[in-house]
């Protein structure tokens, strides 16, 4: 077949009586508003006047708080859903919240995280006094001992069989004192292994931008500390063992984590996951609050709501300052009734009966998902409902057994969080619906020559069309919503290989 038979071909084609173009799909799916009747009574007044004051999606400022609120009453239990069972959630979560540059991410998660901010500065101020106090201390004791060798030195002198014992016996060590911690910011995973060790509790990680993180963790060097990443979302005991450095024993790492992320870099990070780069469900963990934009601008000039913003404050005061045995929390026994493992509630029976029922449901829906991925994701809701569950009920001042308002909080949130869970594992797919239309209204503009090949578009390095896959995705889509022709030239009589040229549908120029 010769070049004029080809051309001739094509055109025969384009010019074939054919079905309409269908219209692309949606770049993004749709999400869910954040549900405000969810919120504690304790929360919801501030967040509101957070989100109208910086006129930014509530999304940015719930989801922080709740991730802070949650992580403190992470360090003193968990919930176990079932009746008789062990199975425990402990508590913690790990949210996204994704926006646009712009959108008032980073002022939002500030101000929601001021309260947990101001038990660090509480704590780092404390830490400050008693380091102080044990420098004196220490340098007292020192001081102390160089004299009592001195007068047993002496005393030696004076008479060799002297009892000198007194004088040389061990002053008690000055261990630093313990710093509580609320918050890591830049730690590597090393260093937050001690923390977590020196503590006894968990802390919360903050990440204004979460993308280097999650890129950086992975890196094929990065393993060692994505697996104690890992391990972290799930808790329990974890031990570093090193040589020079000797052996860290972690006995609960429990890691909460909150972030911001833009719409680009983490559709590249799903993407990766999809090619399976980094796809053992590091990503799967996060929450994520994907609001749309925040609808018209007005500008609003006034000054916080001291009392909402006072209220919260002295929640997180309070959770500070629970116990387990506070909350009423149960405990494991051994056989001579010494208490073991993480303290926990249960649900009570109404709260256990709606829990039950999501569940059910929940599991059936679960293996029809489509994709691996969003099916890794929304498995772990079993870990977020019932961490959610918990958290609700403590902050609004909830003791002893989850009551079914909380549970249905939770609930409310979950759905919520699954269809910004589902925008996230569409999110792949928009990098080549935008390439679409981009490289559709270029070829309506006549920029390309008809036909033309994926290297001509290449060669153009067009914004959104510089890259060889979004280029193929392109094509891909648009010759299967039929807004282009696609027709395999054979190769040449001097060899190589079939050539795949695309136009115009008809009627389309």
Known sequence: MNALTDLAKLQALAD??????????????????????????????????????????????????LVAGASLVARRLGLRPQLRTPWTARGNLWALIVGRPGMMKSPAMAEALEPINRLEA????????????????????????KVQEAQATKALRADPNADISALLRDEAEFEPPPRARYLVSDATYEKLGAILSETGAGVLSVRDELRSLLVDLGREESAPARGFYLQAWSGGRYTFDRIG??????????????????????????????????????????????????????????????????????????????????????????QDGEPYGRPFLRFDG??????????????????????????????????????????????????????LRPTLQALTLAAYFESHTRRLHSSAQRAMVQGARRLLERVRGGALPSPFTARDVHR??????????????????????RWLIELELPATAQGGRPTLTYSLAQGLA
């Open 350 to 403: 109404e709260g256990l009966e709606a829990f039950t029922e999501w569940r059910t449901e929940f599991e059936a829906g679960l293996r029809q998902s489509e994709g691996e991925g969003l099916e890794a994701a929304l498995s772990k809701f079993r870990h977020h409902v019932p961490s959610l569950a918990l958290a609700l009920h403590v902050i609004d001042g909830g003791s002893g057994p989850v009551t």
């Open 245 to 334: 450095r000797g052996t860290l024993d972690i006995p609960d790492a429990l890691l909460s984590m909150i972030g911001g992320i833009q719409p680009g870099p983490l559709g590249d990070l799903v993407r990766m996951a999809r090619q399976g780069k980094a796809d053992d469900g590091m990503l799967e963990r996060f929450l994520v609050a994907w609001p749309d934009g925040g609808g018209e601008w007005r500008n609003v000039d006034r000054r916080p709501n001291s009392e909402a913003r006072q209220r919260v404050f002295e929640t997180f005061d309070r959770l500070d300052s629970l116990s387990a045995e506070a909350l009423g929390a149960e405990q494991d026994r051994t």
């Open 16 to 65: 074939a009586p054919q079905q309409p173009p269908e219209p692309l799909p949606d770049e993004l799916p749709p999400v869910q508003a954040f549900p405000l009747q969810a919120l504690p009574d304790t929360l919801r007044p501030w967040v509101q006047d957070v989100a109208e004051r910086l006129q930014c999606p509530p999304d940015f400022v719930a989801v922080p708080m």
């Open 460 to 481: 153009k390095q067009w914004s959104g069309l510089a890259d060889r896959q979004t280029v193929a995705d392109a094509l891909e889509l648009l010759v299967a919503h």
């Open 122 to 145: 509480r704590a780092a101020t404390a830490y400050a006094e008693q380091a102080a106090q044990h420098r004196a201390d220490a340098l007292t004791a020192k001081l102390r001992a």
